[in-house]
């Protein structure tokens, strides 16, 4: 069975924001006190293919630029994972959630 390709229209479909309403009640109770203790507050940190930016929202303190394939606006950088528009090592710490599943190719993400 061939793996079914997410895109645009597939999060147009499929009710994207109910969605988003309920990563970020998960993504409050559950992963801030699990992220909060691995981040270095003092570098900012690359928040990968998360268009609601909840990372931001949760953590002020931190300084986040996040990226999304579809999404750009708030603070978010319209970005393909494959090709991310940054410099080799420029970016010391990276927050990637719900992403790596659904895709094709998940070792060239994170060789990217």
């Known amino acids: 069975m061939a793996k079914k390709a997410y895109d645009q229209e597939y999060f147009k479909d499929n009710n994207f924001d109910y969605w988003n309403r309920r990563n970020k009640a998960f993504f409050r109770k559950k992963q801030l006190r699990l992220v ?6 003092s570098k900012p940190v690359l928040d990968v293919g998360w268009a609601s930016n909840p990372l931001n929202k949760a ?12 999404y750009q606006g708030d603070g ?3 970005a393909d994972v494959y090709d991310l528009p940054f410099k080799k090592n420029t970016v010391d710490q990276i927050y ?16 990217e």
């Open 59 to 70: 953590l002020p303190e931190l300084k986040v630029t996040a990226t999304d394939l579809f």
């Open 76 to 78: 978010v950088i319209k």
């Open 96 to 111: 990637c959630w719900c992403l790596l599943e659904h895709l094709h190719e998940p070792r060239k993400a994170l060789d």
């Open 36 to 41: 909060s203790d691995f981040f270095n507050f």
